[in-house]
């Protein structure tokens, strides 16, 4: 039985699970090889850099996606050319082609001092024409001051801001229609012109028709509170109309005449300065206000505007 049992021991079968248990044993024992911290680093290193390649290859293709087109600069060759060909667009607008026909201009028809909204002296030698024509044409120059220098639309001057325009005056109604051309730096999200841009718009139309078709803008001819709504996005780089005309304010409904106060409260409130008296206190004269709206070409409307005016 004792040599049974040596021989077993001796088997090749026998040796090999020793050595098998043996190596089992070292290998639990030896640690696991791990990679270089010099390698780890290259590959975060690598890793970084390609997520910033796809970030800026990313932004580049939305700015040069979004980004306005490059307009040329005021005064320029190109911008002159541009203005050239707007000019023939909007002279070619039906709009403007049927107020012409009932329209005389300003400046076109020289030595007209006579008129409706036209109060200045004729000058000497001039020729006296009669307003025949219920609309008058305007020469709109937006953000002329008074003092002829250029006011703050001057930087919004070119195709690129507000190139060219087309204004008309009706002085027996008290209105005025203008063609405006609103360009592309004029925008405040890609393709959409800035609501800034457009109060500023609204702003020097409502000045001039409170100043009257002939003169320079003062600051006392600008409305003393704007109010817009903007109906629906107004895009950048097309003509938009404007219309506009004096309107009465809403004035609250009067109220009945008071009951006649007695005597001692009369000679109660009689200490009470006239500042601090409500009652004695005047009501201001009512202003001019000024209804106006922005609409497309094709007629749809945009933005809808409100300006007050004290008394000039």
């Given amino acids: 039985m004792s040599r049974a049992r040596i021989l077993f021991n001796r088997t ?20 696991a090889l791990e990679l270089p911290l010099q390698s780890r680093i290259r590959w975060s290193y690598f890793w970084y850099a390609s997520i910033l390649a796809l970030g800026i290859t990313t932004g580049m293709g939305a700015r040069h996606f979004a980004a306005p087109l490059g307009l040329p600069e005021p005064g320029t060759h190109d911008d002159a050319l541009i203005l050239d060909s707007l000019r023939r667009d909007i002279d070619a607008l039906e709009i403007v082609q049927s107020l012409r026909s009932q329209s005389y201009n300003l400046h076109t028809d020289t030595a007209l001092r006579s008129g409706p909204g036209l109060t200045s002296e004729p000058r000497p030698g001039s020729r006296k024409i009669s307003a025949y024509k219920g609309w008058l044409e305007l020469d709109l120059s937006f953000g002329r001051e008074n003092d002829g220098n250029k006011g703050v639309l001057g930087a919004m001057g070119g195709a690129r801001g507000l190139g060219v325009q087309r204004a008309f005056w009706n002085a027996e109604t008290r209105e005025m229609v203008a063609v405006v051309w609103i360009g592309g730096a004029l925008s405040g999200w890609p393709g959409v012109a800035h609501g800034g841009a457009i109060a500023t718009i609204f702003e020097e139309v409502f000045a001039r028709m409170a100043k009257g078709p002939d003169g320079f803008v003062e600051p006392r001819h600008r409305p003393d509170s704007l109010s817009l709504t903007y109906a629906k996005p107004t895009h950048s780089l097309d003509f938009y109309i404007i219309r506009a005309a004096f309107s009465k304010p809403d004035l609250p409904q009067s109220e009945p005449p008071p009951e006649p106060q007695s005597q001692p409260t009369k000679s109660w409130l009689a200490w009470l300065s006239p500042s601090k008296d409500l009652t004695k206190k005047k009501t201001g004269a009512p202003g001019e206000e000024i209804t106006g709206t922005l609409e497309s070409v094709q007629g749809s409307l945009c933005v809808k505007a409100k300006a007050t005016f004290n008394r000039l």
């Fill in 12 to 31: 090749p079968f026998t040796s090999s699970c020793q050595i098998a248990r043996q190596s089992l044993r070292h290998a639990r024992n030896t640690p």
